[in-house]
C-alpha cells in the first residue's frame, strides 16, 4: 500500500514521489472556466460592437488561457524561474508590437507629409 502526506500547499506527494491535487480546485477552475466561456459568448449575444467588444472577447481569452496554464498545466505549482522563463517572452513581445505599433504611426505620418509635397 502506497502511503502519502501533505507538501504543505494543499497537495498531497505520495512515496512515489507524484503529487496530487484535491480534486476540488479543478472542479473550481472548471466552474470559472464555463463562466468566463459564459460572458464571452454573452459579448456576441448582447451585440457588443467595436473595441470594447474586441478588448472583453481578449481579456476573457487570456483570463481563461491563465488559468488552463496555472492548474492543468501546474505552473501554479513549479519555480518561480521556471514561470518567469514561460510567461516573460510572451510579455516581451507583446511591449515590442506595441512599441512597433506606436512607431508605425510615427511612420506613415512622416511619410504621407514627405509625399504630399506641404
Request: hydrophobic share 55%.
Amino acid at each position: 500500500m502506497v502511503g502519502s502526506h501533505s507538501s504543505g500547499n494543499g497537495a498531497a506527494v505520495s512515496d512515489t514521489g507524484h503529487q496530487e491535487h484535491p480534486l476540488k480546485e479543478y472542479f473550481v477552475v472548471w466552474g470559472w472556466l464555463f463562466i468566463l466561456s459564459a460572458c464571452s459568448y454573452a459579448i456576441d449575444f448582447i451585440g457588443v460592437q467595436g473595441y470594447l467588444r474586441w478588448t472583453l472577447i481578449l481579456f476573457f481569452m487570456t483570463v481563461k488561457a491563465g488559468l488552463i496554464v496555472a492548474v492543468f498545466m501546474h505552473l501554479k505549482w513549479e519555480r518561480l524561474s521556471l514561470s518567469y522563463a514561460i510567461l516573460l517572452p510572451p510579455i516581451a513581445v507583446l511591449v515590442f508590437v506595441a512599441i512597433m505599433m506606436i512607431e508605425s504611426d510615427y511612420t506613415v505620418l512622416t511619410r504621407i507629409n514627405f509625399f504630399s509635397g506641404v
